[in-house]
Structures are given as structure tokens and as C-alpha cells.
């Protein structure tokens, strides 16, 4: 996915491979500083963009998580880290795009 949007730019992704970098970005951030913080320098409005997408998709989870505040997202990251990867595999396996 990296590599596709590195060669043929973001909007070659669809949107589940939008929201899977969202994820990545957001994964990144809370692991290596401990905050998401780093995430938006990375991609200042991954966090919108994640819930757009995921209330696109109806993964419920996954939009409620990202429509957090901020703040809220930080602190329980990574208690709903494994659902959130669990819904966007499971959009993944029934072909949502």
C-alpha cells in the first residue's frame, strides 16, 4: 500500500487502503512518542479522514474511536487497537473498498 500510493499518489488507494494508512499513522505516532502528536505531523487530518471513512464503511468501531476527541483517542488507543484492526480486517475479507 506504501509503495502503490508512493508510486501513484493518494488518490490511486481506495478507501479501505486510505483508512488502513490512517490506522498506520495513527499507529505510529502512539507507539513511538506516546501520543498523537507525531501523527498529525505526519498527516495533519488523519484523524478526520479516518472517521469519515469508517462511517463511510459503517465500521462503527473504528468511526467511534477516530471521532474522538483527541485526547480520549491517546488514553484508550490501545485498548481498542485490536478491535479496530479486527473490523477493518473483516471490511477487508468481504471486499469493501
Not at 75 to 97: N, T, V
Amino acid at each position: 500500500m506504501i509503495q502503490k500510493m508512493t508510486a501513484e499518489g493518494t488518490q490511486s488507494l481506495t478507501r479501505l487502503e486510505r483508512l488502513t494508512y490512517d490506522l498506520w499513522i495513527a499507529d505510529y505516532g502512539m507507539r513511538n512518542a506516546g501520543d498523537l502528536e507525531t501523527a498529525s505531523d505526519l498527516h495533519p487530518s488523519f484523524q478526520e479522514e479516518a472517521a469519515r471513512i469508517a462511517s463511510e464503511l459503517s465500521l462503527a468501531r473504528t468511526a467511534e474511536a477516530f471521532g474522538l476527541p483527541r485526547s480520549d483517542l491517546e488514553a484508550s488507543y490501545f485498548e481498542r487497537f485490536d478491535a479496530i484492526c479486527s473490523e477493518i480486517a473483516a471490511a477487508a475479507e468481504q471486499g469493501l473498498e
